[in-house]
């Protein structure tokens, strides 16, 4: 059985901080997750905690990379 973790809404803000626009693109390019998904963290359903966790650091590297400013590939 998959480990489940539900995002905060702190959390969730932050990650839509994150996207330069939601869009499937933005949100694979950016967190590295489907629309699918991002549809169940913003209701507050559990979602795997390796795929939070990869788009914690996805978004990481994003910021990193220079955020917004940048187009995604």
């Not at 590295?32 to 991002?38: A, C, D, K, Q, V």
């Not at 963290?41 to 917004?68: D, F, S």
Request: net charge positive.
């Amino acid at each position: 059985m998959p480990d489940l973790v539900t995002v905060t809404c702190e959390e969730f803000a932050d990650l839509r901080a994150s996207l330069p626009a939601i869009t499937d693109r933005y949100l694979f390019d950016v967190l590295g997750i489907s629309e699918t998904t991002w549809v169940k963290m913003r209701k507050g359903l559990p979602v795997k905690r390796i795929t939070l966790e990869r788009a914690l650091v996805k978004r990481e590297r994003w910021r990193a990379m220079g955020g917004a400013s940048r187009i995604a590939a």
